[in-house]
Nanobody, 118 residues
Framework: QVQLVESGGGLVQAGGSLRLSCVVSGSINSINARAWYRQAPGKQRELVAATGNGGSTTYTEAMKGRATISGDNAKNTVYLEMNNLKPEDTGVYYC????????????WGPGTQVTVSS
């Protein structure tokens, strides 16, 4: 089992910044990738950023240049730093993890709300 808990969401004005955190616990060695997804009201969940154990990273086109995914192995935490936020970035942000041998992300946190005003 892998448990993920997000924090750091909140209300921010357009142009502002946020850093989301995700604490990972449980069978950490069973996962080979971590990611951040988001879901806006009335829309499908979409990938924001992902990172593999080898350090590779992927970003959604809308967030390239405005987001950075990183990790702190000592704290078993993955971060998502977002800058120059826009109202369309509003949504529930989820931390996710993928297991070795699986093609999809099958561990999910409960989510944290991000609201960008203006």
């Amino acid at each position: 089992q892998v448990q993920l808990v997000e924090s750091g969401g909140g209300l921010v004005q357009a142009g502002g910044s946020l850093r989301l955190s995700c604490v990972v616990s449980g069978s950490i060695n069973s996962i080979n990738a971590r990611a951040w997804y988001r879901q806006a009201p009335g829309k499908q969940r979409e990938l924001v950023a992902a990172t593999g154990n080898g350090g590779s990273t992927t970003y959604t086109e809308a967030m390239k240049g405005r987001a950075t995914i990183s990790g702190d192995n000592a704290k078993n935490t993955v971060y998502l730093e977002m800058n120059n936020l826009k109202p369309e970035d509003t949504g529930v942000y989820y931390c996710a993890a993928k297991r070795w041998g699986y093609s999809g992300y099958d561990y999910w946190g409960p989510g944290t709300q991000v609201t960008v005003s203006s």
